[in-house]
Nanobody
Framework: QLQASGGGLVQAGGSLRLSCTASGRAFSSYAMAWFRQAPGKEREFVATISWSGDSTSYTDSVKGRFTISRPNAKNTVYLQMNSLKPEDTAVYYC?????????????????WGQGTQVTVSS
């Protein structure tokens, strides 16, 4: 029901845009988010956006570099990633929460996509 895409290999300082397309439910009324998991590490919160698109939250390490958006509050969410660093290398997952407001903990998310690999070379 959540399909993530857009990952790939990029050099440090480069950019990627991840997409998450939701289907099968009224995801337009759910908060959406991106999490990531690097090898040997726990899954961590990256960014979230409210159902309306007017509220966002980011983990400190990506503030000013990443932007989450959902144009027209529809079922597609984007993560624009600029100035990428090797430490951004991870599998990125999109998720949806029944909550209409932003939430940053994985336990609050009810639906998960399959993940897309982002690799940043130095």
């Amino acid at each position: 029901q959540l399909q993530a895409s857009g990952g790939g290999l990029v050099q440090a300082g480069g950019s990627l845009r991840l997409s998450c397309t939701a289907s099968g439910r009224a995801f337009s009324s759910y908060a959406m988010a991106w999490f990531r998991q690097a090898p040997g590490k726990e899954r961590e919160f990256v960014a979230t956006i409210s159902w309306s698109g007017d509220s966002t939250s980011y983990t400190d390490s990506v503030k000013g570099r990443f932007t989450i958006s959902r144009p027209n509050a529809k079922n597609t969410v984007y993560l624009q990633m600029n100035s990428l660093k090797p430490e951004d290398t991870a599998v990125y997952y999109c998720a949806a929460s029944y909550s209409s407001v932003v939430v940053t903990t994985a336990q609050r998310y009810n639906f998960w996509g399959q993940g897309t690999q982002v690799t940043v070379s130095s």
